[in-house]
């Protein structure tokens, strides 16, 4: 089945620690892309990606860093300069970017908190 | 500044009592209404995309309508398993999505 998978579905945070989420996606989209959920609050955009080795900051840019080597997958590192980094991160895949109208399809998210 | 505000924020319903969930927006160029459903712990799944103002989209016991200001997700006849946060977002000419913050709609059996 096609899909998006994040892993791991719970991570843990110490201090002066950096953490990398994964998400790969097997539906061939082009287009991959980086939330962070928090309570309450609409889903922000953290990074986004249209092709291979190319990435644009989102709104919330500071303090996570991502790549993207191949287009089956975009980590994303939460740095230690991510001050407030507890909440639910979501990755998202489109067929082509955000200019379009094509929906973006989540993956079932990694939960991050803070030791 | 592109916004979408969703409410009411949460919606107790009977079994079986019809309602609907408000979407309004502000969004330059609109290109598309996105709706979503998201239960606990979960990513958002994809419902129905719109767009343009008099277009609707149906699935099972939902059904999605669009103006020029707003959207409407109606919950007809409701089951105990409609119970999730529906969330909307509309995409324009900003590059990005913008998302509402959600409607949790629980239906009691």
């Known amino acids: 089945d096609g899909g998006i998978t994040q892993s791991p579905k719970y991570l843990f945070r110490k201090e002066g620690q950096n953490v990398t989420l994964s998400c790969e996606q097997n539906?061939?989209?082009?287009?991959m892309y980086w939330y962070r959920q928090d309570p309450g609050q609409g889903l922000r955009l953290i990074y986004y990606s249209q092709i291979v080795n190319d990435f644009q900051k989102g709104d919330i840019a500071e303090g996570y860093s991502v790549s993207r080597e191949k287009k089956e997958s975009f980590p994303l590192t939460v740095t230690s300069a991510q001050k407030n980094p507890t909440a639910f991160y979501l990755c998202a895949s489109s067929i082509s970017g955000p200019y379009s109208n094509q929906p973006q399809h989540f993956g079932d998210g990694t939960r991050l908190s803070i030791l | 500044e592109d916004q979408v505000t969703q409410s009411p924020e949460a919606l107790r319903l009977q079994e079986g009592e019809s309602s609907s969930l408000n979407c309004s927006y502000t969004v330059s160029g609109l290109r598309g209404l996105f709706w979503y459903r998201q239960d606990p712990g979960k990513g958002p799944e994809f419902l129905f995309t719109l767009y343009s103002a008099g277009e609707e989209k149906e699935k099972e016991r939902l059904k999605a309508t669009l103006t020029k200001k707003e959207s409407f997700l109606h919950i007809t006849a409701p089951k105990p398993e409609d119970s999730a946060t529906y969330l909307c977002?509309?995409?324009?000419?900003?590059?990005?999505?913008?998302f509402g913050s959600g409607t949790q709609l629980t239906v009691l059996p």
């Open positions: 977002a509309g995409s324009g000419s900003a590059r990005q999505l913008t």
């Open positions: 539906l061939n989209h082009d287009a």
